[in-house]
């Protein structure tokens, strides 16, 4: 393996990291939960194709305790001893205030992998815990990747035409049909967001003008419309 892949292999690696991280932070930050019912959700935000096996997820979980992110307690129906010995009660994870705040920052200041492949299911499950000027970036930026994917494939279609059998030209052209309906599927949801009124973004070089100034200002012309008519008469 050459040192260019050696890095790159690296890198992947280290964003699935970064996404389970996110995923098990985010999933007990709504409840805490052991660790069978962690995977099985975990299972389920990830993806049938990216099943989470527990040499994955425990190693994980390890690294979250030791920055003191997660900690470990016993269920309540738990806290006494169970009466046969070899019987272990089971551990249940749950968030601490740092892990709170880590998981915070992780979906208020996401990178530009948050719309990878890899990374954007997972920023995306969690979009209700997701500032609106975020929801965007990360939309937005999914979108422009997509196009550029899109793009490239078109143009690697059209050179190789004349070469490939048309299997191989149906199965590229199937991919590109589920590019485009994903670019579509993300377009309406950035017009949505944007015509949101919960989710409005003021343009920062034309802001609003506060409403509390608008009866002082309407006060303003109503005393100079007075004098005015004083004047005349």
Same mark, same amino acid.
């Given at each position: 393996?050459?040192?260019?892949?050696? !890095?790159?292999?690296?890198?992947?690696?280290?964003?699935?990291?970064?996404?389970?991280?996110?995923?098990?932070?985010?999933?007990?930050?709504?409840?805490?939960?052991?660790?069978?019912?962690?995977?099985?959700? *975990?299972?389920?935000? *990830?993806?049938?194709?990216?099943?989470?096996?527990?040499?994955?997820?425990?190693?994980?979980?390890?690294?979250?305790?030791?920055?003191?992110?997660?900690? !470990?307690?016993?269920?309540?129906?738990?806290?006494?001893?169970?009466?046969?010995?070899?019987?272990?009660?089971?551990?249940?994870?749950?968030?601490?205030?740092?892990?709170?705040?880590?998981?915070?920052?992780?979906?208020?200041?996401?990178?530009?992998?948050?719309?990878?492949?890899?990374?954007?299911?997972?920023?995306?499950?969690?979009?209700?815990?997701?500032?609106?000027?975020?929801?965007?970036?990360?939309?937005?930026?999914?979108?422009?990747?997509?196009?550029?994917?899109?793009?490239?494939?078109?143009?690697?279609?059209?050179?190789?035409?004349?070469?490939?059998?048309?299997?191989?030209?149906?199965?590229?052209?199937?991919?590109?049909?589920?590019?485009?309906?994903?670019?579509?599927?993300?377009?309406? *949801?950035?017009?949505?967001?944007?015509?949101?009124?919960?989710?409005?973004?003021?343009?920062?070089?034309?802001?609003?003008?506060?409403?509390?100034?608008?009866?002082?200002?309407?006060?303003?012309?109503?005393? !100079?419309?007075?004098?005015e008519r004083r004047r005349t008469e």
């Amino acid at each position: 393996m050459t040192q260019s892949a050696a !890095e790159g292999t690296e890198k992947r690696m280290a964003r699935r990291t970064d996404v389970l991280e996110l995923a098990v932070l985010g999933l007990l930050h709504e409840t805490p939960m052991h660790g069978y019912e962690l995977r099985k959700r *975990l299972n389920v935000l *990830l993806g049938p194709f990216r099943a989470l096996s527990y040499g994955t997820l425990y190693p994980c979980l390890k690294s979250l305790l030791g920055r003191g992110w997660i900690r !470990e307690t016993a269920p309540a129906e738990e806290t006494v001893p169970p009466p046969l010995a070899g019987r272990r009660a089971r551990i249940v994870y749950e968030l601490t205030a740092e892990g709170k705040e880590r998981f915070q920052s992780l979906v208020k200041h996401p990178g530009p992998a948050a719309w990878e492949d890899e990374s954007f299911d997972v920023h995306f499950a969690f979009f209700a815990r997701t500032d609106a000027a975020t929801r965007l970036q990360i939309l937005e930026g999914r979108r422009t990747r997509l196009q550029e994917r899109l793009e490239g494939a078109r143009q690697s279609m059209a050179r190789a035409r004349e070469r490939r059998d048309s299997y191989t030209l149906e199965l590229q052209r199937h991919g590109l049909e589920s590019v485009e309906r994903e670019v579509r599927w993300l377009s309406d *949801l950035i017009d949505t967001e944007r015509a949101s009124n919960m989710t409005h973004l003021e343009d920062p070089d034309h802001p609003r003008r506060p409403a509390t100034n608008a009866p002082a200002r309407t006060n303003d012309r109503r005393a !100079e419309g007075d004098q005015e008519r004083r004047r005349t008469e």
